[in-house]
């Protein structure tokens, strides 16, 4: 039975993989792949099907769809892996610091995690960036505002567990230094397991640049940013599906690859960080 | 259990007090006066100076930020929460208006959640490793993928458009009711299955079930009627966790489909940028979840004896 329950996380692992690696080589050779300029206006060929000469047919201002789809790997991948990496670093440090020193630090840092905890994200997020306007850097801060608490809370659970351990008391019986275990001893340890949060972390913030941006409220118009994209096609939905489709469906299957890769992981990973990863 | 009440009494308070904090906060952030962007919202043209200090005046804008709060503390206490700038009526009074639309279309996703999500997770569960165990998982990572707003407006194409089932905008028949329910449902669907699967797994590993196989009952009253009933008090807490999703998603899925609740209204002030609702609304949405979250820890003391409160671990 464990074999099997390894294998089928190995298969989520493999296909999940294999579809991140070709987003990021869409995003990385985006020039070369794309046939046209996404931004090129030409409104002789505007609402075109999907056919021959345009892939995915051509958007409202005759632009290439298929070719902002390509382009908008860029924004939505890079986007999401900025806002996740800073809240994994932001987490790890500030769960690193209430886990290993305890008392009373513990104590207040974890309080403010749990009221953070409490506030739901989305709407807090659509505030702020409501309020500061609409551009990346506002839309990365929103996102950035209350990601990190979940980091928070997962790798001081993970650093109470590592500090136990015998290699630390070794460390300090050496005369290490607060910074160094943490730094050398911790957070390397604590990583991995984290690794799997921040991979299906990467899959919830897709989702809401998009989601973000189709309000408006997020990478704005003209950017091939799928979600922006999906914003400006509204208008056609009825009379040209097409816009609508394209996008939609590449969202999806990005935040799916990284959902795949995950889950894999999270098979994989030792049973102890798991059960930790599911509180 | 009465200390654990005390302790999330007065952590709900904190939360209620940081929240009304920020929201109040959130009208500083804002670039520039907010004194000048009221009153270009209000006439549309830029104010003079004396314009803005007479505003400024009359509301107390020019007294310093921490008295200020307060200020806006004491009001709170008393129900107040300002006046919407675009139409002019008490923000309570707009929450209040619009909050039946969500609230119907909140309770119609979240049931029909449960009545698709429960029994696929309990079958799953019996069934761990079965094809249609490994099938349930796929279906359910491309539900938690499938971005909302985009559900909605496919579903739209789908049976408004082509095959012209369903209405695709508006409010008031049940046929309204389908559509926005189905794609609030489907990501709350999803979860809800694979975390009543692992629970009830969890459950059917444990003696009391191996005592019942032991004594001859059958599988159907062992799972359905043992194992249920101890599997889903964890499952209680996540439908509490739900409603920030049933929020979120209500906040998208009223705006695709323009859906008169609380969301699209929220989402329309702060296109209009009418900072008083936005204030309020946010306060109101906090309110509501850190009660919801309250009810919920209360309910897992009652529901589980099992269960002890020490504090964190």
Redesign the interface.
């Known amino acids: 039975?464990y074999i099997?329950?390894v294998t089928?996380g190995k298969k989520m692992l493999l296909t999940g993989s294999i579809l991140i690696f070709g987003f990021m080589a869409l995003a990385v050779f985006a020039p070369f792949i794309a046939p046209y300029d996404p931004d090129d206006v030409k409104v002789e060929k505007r609402l075109l099907p999907p056919g021959e000469h345009h892939l995915m047919g051509t958007d409202g201002f005759g632009r290439d769809i298929f070719s902002r789809v390509v382009f908008g790997t860029r924004y939505s991948l890079f986007l999401a892996l900025v806002v996740v990496s800073i809240n994994l670093l932001l987490g790890l440090m500030v769960g690193s610091i209430a886990g290993y020193f305890g008392g009373l630090i513990d104590e207040l840092i974890?309080?403010i995690v749990?009221?953070l905890l409490?506030?739901?994200?989305?709407?807090?997020a659509?505030?702020?960036?409501?309020?500061?306007?609409p551009s990346i850097q506002n839309l990365i801060l929103a996102l950035v505002a209350l990601g990190w608490v979940g980091y928070t809370r997962v790798s001081r659970g993970l650093v109470l567990s590592i500090k136990e351990q015998g290699f630390i008391g070794a460390a300090k019986a050496l005369g290490g230094s607060n910074m160094y275990i943490i730094m050398r001893h911790i957070i390397p340890n604590a990583f991995p397991p984290l690794l799997v949060l921040a991979t299906l972390h990467v899959?919830h913030t897709i989702?809401s640049i998009?989601?973000l941006s189709?309000?408006?409220?997020g990478v704005q118009a003209p950017t091939p940013e799928w979600?922006a994209m999906?914003s400006e096609g509204?208008q056609f939905?009825?009379t040209h599906?097409h816009v609508?489709?394209f996008p939609?469906v590449a969202?999806?299957l990005s935040?799916?690859s990284f959902?795949?890769l995950g889950?894999g992981l999270r098979d994989v990973l030792d049973p102890r960080a798991r059960e930790v990863l599911?509180v | 259990m009465k200390r654990l009440l005390i302790q999330r009494l007065v952590?709900a308070v904190?939360?209620m007090l940081?929240?009304s904090f920020?929201?109040f906060s959130?009208?500083f952030?804002?670039?520039g006066n907010p004194a000048e962007t009221i009153l270009r919202q209000q006439s549309g043209l830029d104010p003079t100076y004396d314009e803005i200090e007479l505003f400024m005046k009359r509301h107390d804008l020019n007294r310093p930020f921490l008295v200020q709060c307060l200020q806006w503390l004491y009001l709170l206490t008393h129900g107040k929460l300002g006046v919407s700038l675009r139409t002019g009526e008490p923000v309570l009074e707009e929450f209040t208006a619009r909050f039946g639309a969500t609230f119907q279309l909140a309770v119609a996703a979240m049931a029909l959640s449960v009545i698709i999500g429960l029994p696929i997770g309990v079958f799953a569960a019996t069934k761990p490793?079965s094809l249609f165990d490994?099938i349930i998982r796929v279906v359910s990572?491309?539900g938690?993928?499938?971005?909302?707003?985009?559900l909605g407006?496919?579903l739209?194409?789908c049976f408004s458009?082509a095959l012209g089932w369903l209405p695709c905008f508006g409010h008031g028949t049940v046929r309204h009711l389908v559509l926005p329910m189905i794609t609030l449902a489907v990501g709350i669907t999803a979860s809800l299955m694979r975390f009543v699967r692992?629970s009830m797994l969890e459950v059917l590993n444990l003696d009391y079930i191996k005592t019942a196989k032991a004594k001859g009952l059958r599988e159907v009253v062992i799972v359905w009627k043992h194992a249920l009933k101890n599997a889903l008090i964890p499952v209680v807490t996540i439908l509490g966790t739900q409603l920030?999703h049933l929020?979120?998603g209500a906040?998208?899925v009223e705006?695709v489909f323009s859906w008169p609740g609380i969301g699209k209204f929220?989402?329309d002030s702060?296109?209009a940028?009418d900072?008083p609702v936005?204030q309020g609304f946010?306060l109101i949405?906090?309110a509501i979840?850190?009660l919801v979250?309250l009810l919920v820890d209360i309910l897992y003391v009652y529901l589980d004896p099992r269960v002890r409160y020490e504090g964190?671990s």
């Open positions: 039975m099997l329950e089928r974890m309080r749990d009221i409490a506030f739901p994200n989305i709407i807090l659509l505030c702020i960036v409501g309020v500061l306007g899959s989702l998009a989601a189709f309000l408006g409220l979600g999906l509204k939905i009825f599906p609508m489709i939609g969202i999806t935040v799916l959902n795949l889950e599911n | 952590s904190f939360v940081i929240a920020l929201s959130l009208l952030s804002a670039p490793n490994h990572l491309a938690v993928s499938i971005p909302e707003f985009w407006l496919m739209m194409l458009l692992t920030g929020l979120a906040v998208i705006t929220f989402v702060i296109y940028r900072y936005i946010v949405i906090a979840y850190v979250n964190r």
